[in-house]
Every structure is written in C-alpha cells, then in structure tokens.
C-alpha cells in the first residue's frame, strides 16, 4: 500500500480561518504536515492556530507581495513548500450575465481568479525549483456548466478549471502536480450565507432547493472536501495531475 502520511510536509492553505480551509488545515495536521493558514486581516484563526503545527498569515490573495510573504513563512516550517491548497474565493451577487453588477464581477475575478493565479505562479515557481510539491485549486461543479443566477461565480469556477489544466501541463516536466477539487453545495458560510439571500426570513427553508440538485439530497461537509484533497496531495495520488475532481455527491453523474 502507498503511503498517505503528510509527515514532514509544508503546506499553504488559503481561505484557511473557517469552512473548507479549516477542515483543510485541521486534515492536514492530523496527517503530519504543518501549514501556513493564509487568510484575511479580520479572520479569527483560532480554530485553525489549534489544529497542530500551524502559522497565521494575514493578508489579501490578490496581492503578489504576500504571496511571497506567505512563502517565506512556510520556509520557516521546513525546507520546501510542498503543497498548496488555493481555497480562498467568494460566491458574489446572485443575478444573471444581462444584471450582474460591475463591481461585483470584478470583486470576484479578483479573489477567486486572480487570487488562484498568483497562487499558483509564485509558489508553483518555489515548486518548481525545488522540482517536487503538488497545487489543489478549488473549483466547483458550477465550473462545468452553466447557471442563471451565479454568473460571476459561474464564470470564475469555468477560469478555475481552465488555469488547473494549463498549470498542470507546464509543470509535470518539473515533478509538480496541479488538480482542481469540484464540491456541490457544501455546509459552510457560503451557502448559509446565500440561504440568507434567498429566504431572508427563514433561510433554513431555501436548504431542501439547493440541495436537491444533489443526488445524494444533501449538503457535502467541509470534512468530505477535506479528506479526499488529503487523498490528492500524498503520494497514493502521485500519478494525478490535471483532473478536475469532483466531490459532489453524484451532481455531475447527472
């Protein structure tokens, strides 16, 4: 059997203070690795900070200069960054191509494209000199077809998947590995937030709807995300590179 331990690994995880990136981070100190939890100046990392081995790095993913703070961070915890979990992003307006704010779209191609980018161009560049590491950008099945009302998202998640493949074909002659996790609707902040948006006053109500596109009928956990990314980055994965995988309760099976 090949082995799954994280032991002696360095990893980054962005989005890293609540729901995926938490379990993330919580997933990949009980495998054995440390990890820089990247997140915004206000997040609370406490849960996180608790996890194992674990750093705060506050700042925004849109910036390149802490990028390499973050870097230089993990450098501290070991002698290579060998894995990247590119969590960050946001869901933006709910509201159709023709509607979409301005402002909004270019909020959200800002974190959840441009952020995934920099992520993957300047650590993909400590990986590939090093000549090992493997980046797990997350997407969304919304990346894999079309949606009404999350234009922005939508469109962020399709960019998502397309960088994921490109990164992958550049780097595997440099031994670095790039994938995309693909979850359904999945219990954290995001989608209780847009409950809220739907059904203001009982946002409970709005769960069975967005749930029902699911076949398993239910909401993913951020611990499912989180156990098959651990999956991904070990070495039973080492022959992985490229895939779009989804996690999603047979929604693309559909």
Excluded: H
């Amino acid at each position: 059997m090949i082995e799954q331990s994280l032991a002696g690994r360095v990893a980054i995880v962005t989005g890293a203070a609540r729901g995926i990136g938490l379990a993330a981070v919580q997933r990949l100190c009980a495998g054995g690795a440390s990890v820089v939890a990247f997140d915004r100046p206000d997040a609370d990392y406490s849960a996180a900070l608790s996890a194992g081995r674990v750093a705060a790095f506050s700042g925004d993913v849109v910036k390149s200069s802490d990028w390499q703070g973050a870097i230089d961070l993990a450098l501290t915890l070991g002698d290579k960054v060998d894995i990247l979990f590119n969590n960050a992003g946001i869901s933006g307006a709910i509201a159709n191509a023709i509607d979409y704010p301005e402002d909004d779209f270019d909020r959200i191609m800002a974190i959840n494209v441009r952020g995934v980018y920099l992520g993957i161009k300047y650590v993909g560049r400590c990986m590939q000199a090093q000549r090992s590491g493997v980046i797990v950008n997350t997407s969304s099945v919304s990346g894999f077809g079309g949606s009404g009302n999350i234009f922005g998202y939508t469109a962020s998640k399709f960019a998502v998947n397309g960088m994921t493949k490109s990164a992958a074909i550049a780097l595997a002659p440099d031994g670095v590995r790039v994938l995309a996790l693909c979850p359904s609707p999945t219990a954290t902040e995001m989608m209780f937030q847009l409950e809220r948006r739907l059904s203001p006053s009982d946002p409970e109500a709005a769960r069975p709807q967005l749930a029902q596109g699911t076949p398993m009928g239910r909401y993913g956990t951020p611990e499912e995300i989180a156990d098959v990314l651990a999956f991904l980055v070990s070495d039973a994965a080492a022959f992985m590179t490229g895939a779009l995988v989804p996690v999603d309760g047979g929604t693309l099976a559909k």
